[in-house]
């Protein structure tokens, strides 16, 4: 079963009702049979689990999925109710990066532009303490390998940053490796060089990314090792 990704942010005390407290992703099927997580089964649909103990449901067009491990929630906009992140793919124009509310739809990232190519979320945090949420993916990490990251403000995108050499899942896995931490100095994205044979820190420090290698093998074991800042 895939697993659930963890993103850094904090959510916020906020009412109960239009609160969304949890969601998940239905409506299995194989109309996008791409398999990039091991299997030919994607999404249709999302299920957001309310705070007044109602749920409320976003069923894509026929002609697009959700091709993600799990939705992550966080407060992107700072008003202390969490929205979700997913990752979105057209049969026709392969992935984008979504953001979903309770009324559904808020943004997203341009599709890719292929057919079954894709993009893994690495999380969202506030990366260079300028008091805007950004949320960071891996442009096709088995072609591309390209990080991108964009800042979400007055809920929009705009991208602001990216670097090439670097990825964080591999073809049939079914879990996104890596993410971001927080060490004390910051946060910081946790990623694995081209060949896996190292951890990647990279860094956004006035609008550029700055990388370095660790001296340490890019393994499951290692990564929560690195993630939780040991």
């Known amino acids: 079963m895939r697993g659930a990704a963890v993103f850094l942010a904090a959510l916020l005390a906020a009412p109960a009702g239009a609160e969304i407290v949890s969601a998940r992703y239905g409506d299995p099927t194989t109309r996008y049979a791409h398999g990039v997580l091991g299997d030919d089964v994607e999404?249709?649909?999302l299920v957001l689990h309310m705070g007044d103990g109602t749920r409320r449901r976003v069923v894509l067009p026929q002609t697009r999925?959700?091709?993600?491990?799990?939705?992550?929630?966080?407060?992107?906009d700072g008003d202390g109710r969490a929205e979700v992140i997913a990752v979105e793919s057209d049969l026709?124009?392969?992935?984008?990066?979504?953001?979903?509310?309770?009324?559904?739809l808020i943004a997203a990232t341009p599709f890719i532009g292929t057919p079954y190519r894709w993009l893994a979320p690495v999380g969202?945090?506030?990366?260079?303490?300028?008091?805007?949420?950004?949320?960071?993916?891996?442009?096709?990490?088995?072609l591309a390998r390209v990080l991108r990251i964009w800042r979400f403000k007055d809920g929009q995108f705009a991208e602001i940053a990216q670097a090439d050499g670097v990825t964080n899942h591999r073809i049939g896995d079914e879990v996104?490796?890596?993410?971001v931490r927080d060490c004390g100095t910051g946060p910081e994205?946790?990623?694995?060089?081209?060949?896996?044979?190292?951890?990647?820190?990279?860094?956004?420090?006035?609008?550029?990314?700055?990388?370095?290698?660790?001296?340490?093998?890019?393994?499951?074991?290692?990564?929560?090792?690195?993630l939780a800042c040991r």
């Not at 999925?65 to 992107?76: G, I, K, S, W």
């Not at 979504?98 to 559904?104: K, L, T």
């Not at 506030?126 to 096709?140: M, N, P």
């Open 43 to 45: 999404y249709g649909a």
């Open 65 to 76: 999925v959700f091709e993600d491990t799990a939705p992550r929630l966080a407060d992107l």
């Open 92 to 104: 026709a124009q392969g992935a984008r990066l979504s953001i979903y509310g309770p009324d559904g």
């Open 124 to 142: 969202a945090a506030d990366l260079d303490g300028d008091g805007w949420v950004e949320i960071a993916y891996v442009d096709r990490p088995h």
């Open 176 to 179: 996104i490796s890596g993410g």
């Open 189 to 226: 994205m946790v990623l694995a060089d081209p060949d896996w044979s190292r951890i990647v820190i990279a860094r956004l420090r006035a609008g550029r990314v700055e990388a370095r290698s660790l001296a340490r093998p890019a393994t499951r074991d290692e990564f929560r090792a690195v």
